[in-house]
């Protein structure tokens, strides 16, 4: 399924989209594991290709 986000070009000239998933407060409960999958797969399927994620999401939990 080919992406219908909208993207913006950085000043490097690369284009980048403008709507991205986040994962801030994932990978804090493992009784949760299964549907942030999920989440993650369903993002991915309706054409997300930015995912934020941090070193100190759930101290590393949320990558």
Do not use: C, F
């Amino acid at each position: 399924m080919p992406s219908t986000i909208r993207t913006t070009t950085l000043p490097s000239g690369e284009a980048v989209p403008v709507l991205g998933q986040g994962t801030w407060r994932m990978g804090e409960d493992a009784r949760r594991h299964a549907e942030e999958v999920n989440a993650l797969k369903l993002g991915l399927d309706l054409g997300m290709t930015l995912i934020d994620t941090a070193e100190m999401y759930a101290s590393g939990g949320a990558e």
